[in-house]
């Protein structure tokens, strides 16, 4: 029986050393976060004029983000610089569609508005969540209308959309 006991004890650390490793390897988790700038160079605009940019007159626009999940409840936030545009337009308007892409099962068709952005409201005042994992594609459509100006003005934006899993 004394012989046995050694072996006993050893199975039993192993065990419990396993059981160890399982729960801080399950404990440790970090939660992914990406982001991504998107620059818009939509060319020439003259005082006054408003100029509608779809994704068929400006073919760049189409499925100008594209995100793939490998999980559900993945959230977009989405945060421009249109805020510092109002000296050089009276209308920058930035509508998200969802777009040719979309996995099976979700909520969302082909073409449903998921956010506008605009002057007033530069940033999306809520999170899209992408209800089902798997491979997205979202179109934009620009609606501008160039303010009068003393010379020619070089106007940049940029849209920043932020992906992150479970967030409340």
């Known amino acids: ?15 419990f050393f396993n059981m ?7 404990f440790i988790f970090k939660q992914p976060s990406n982001s991504i700038t998107i620059k818009l160079n939509l060319g020439n605009i003259l ?4 100029i509608h940019y779809t994704p068929n007159n400006t073919p760049y626009l189409n499925d100008v983000l594209f995100i793939t999940t490998t999980q559900a409840d993945v959230y977009l936030y ?3 610089n249109l805020d510092e545009q109002s000296n050089n337009y009276a209308t920058y308007q930035i509508v998200i569609k969802a777009g040719d892409t979309i996995p099976f099962g979700s909520d969302y068709s082909i073409g449903d508005v998921v956010a506008t952005l605009t002057l007033d409201s530069p940033d999306a005042t809520s999170k899209l969540a992408l209800d089902v994992a798997g491979y997205w594609t979202f179109d934009y459509e620009i ?6 100006v003393n010379s020619n003005q070089t106007t940049n934006v940029s849209i920043t959309v932020m992906l992150k899993v479970n967030s409340t």
């Not at 012989?3 to 004890?9: A, G």
């Not at 050893?10 to 065990?15: H, K, V």
């Open 20 to 26: 160890l490793t399982f729960s801080v390897s399950a």
């Open 143 to 148: 609606t501008t209308t160039a303010k009068s």
């Open 47 to 50: 005082e006054g004029q408003t």
């Open 78 to 80: 989405f945060d421009t």
């Open 1 to 15: 029986m004394k012989e046995k006991r050694p072996l006993l004890i050893t199975g039993i650390i192993l065990i």
